[in-house]
């Protein structure tokens, strides 16, 4: 493939990527929340209730960081603590998905009518390559995420 092929599309997903940040700020900081609250809310819309521990994993955040995610979120009643019956050291987060929808739902919602009208711009052929092209990136970004979080913690060990 040629490399200036190569290099427009770095170009591109690089602005999408800058693009996306600046858009889910802009939208955060309408709900109240920083960018990347906004995000890690967003980890537990998809993956519903977690433990602190696991919600720490995910993220990459310390637990001390995670302690002070929930309690924000707590604050703004979109998560609720409960102890472990098991193991009252075990803290499970449970989001409150009608509060989160009712915050989030009418800042997306011109975002999400338009995304769909692009989407269905495309031929089922189309969608298929996009589709290949984000899945095989998302491998790469979570291969490269893995190896240097592993390296950081040889350094710090």
């Known amino acids: ?10 170009q591109l997903s690089q602005q999408y990527a800058y693009d996306s940040i600046k858009m889910h ?3 955060a ?4 929340l920083s960018g990347t609250d906004h995000k890690y809310l967003s980890f537990l819309i998809v993956k519903g209730q977690m433990t602190a521990g696991e ?3 995910l ?3 310390t637990t001390g960081a995670v302690t002070g995610l929930i ?18 050291r075990k803290v499970i987060i449970n989001p409150n998905i009608k509060n989160i929808m009712a915050l989030l739902q009418p800042l997306f919602e011109e975002y999400g009518k338009k995304s769909e009208e692009l ?3 495309f031929s089922n052929k189309e969608i298929k390559t996009i589709e290949a092209f984000l899945l095989k990136s998302i491998d790469i970004m979570n291969e490269t995420t893995i190896v240097n979080s592993s390296q950081v913690n040889k350094k710090e060990n």
Do not use: H, P, Y
């Open 119 to 121: 989407i269905a711009s």
């Open 71 to 88: 309690d924000r979120f707590e604050k703004k009643k979109l998560v609720k603590r409960q102890f472990a019956k098991d193991d009252r």
């Open 25 to 27: 700020e802009a939208i």
């Open 29 to 32: 900081l309408r709900a109240g």
């Open 55 to 57: 919600l720490s994993n």
């Open 59 to 61: 993220t990459g955040l």
């Open 1 to 10: 493939m040629e490399k200036e092929i190569i290099s427009r599309i770095r």
